[in-house]
């Protein structure tokens, strides 16, 4: 298992690499949303997007 300053390189070089290839994108915060609504909204968007998602705070 990698170390999380390492995870987090790997991880920022992939989100750069996806803003370069992909025309749009959309950014969003997910506060005060529940897993299991989470889980439906990640599904529904599976087939039409790629989804990247992160937890907790870059910065």
Known sequence: ???RATWKS???LK???LLDEC???FIVGVDN???KQMQ???LSLLKHAI????MITMI
């Open 1 to 3: 298992r990698e170390d």
């Open 23 to 25: 025309p749009k994108c």
């Open 40 to 42: 439906q909204i990640r």
């Open 10 to 12: 790997t991880y920022y």
């Open 33 to 35: 949303v529940g897993s």
């Open 15 to 17: 989100l750069v690499q």
């Open 51 to 54: 989804l990247l998602m992160w």
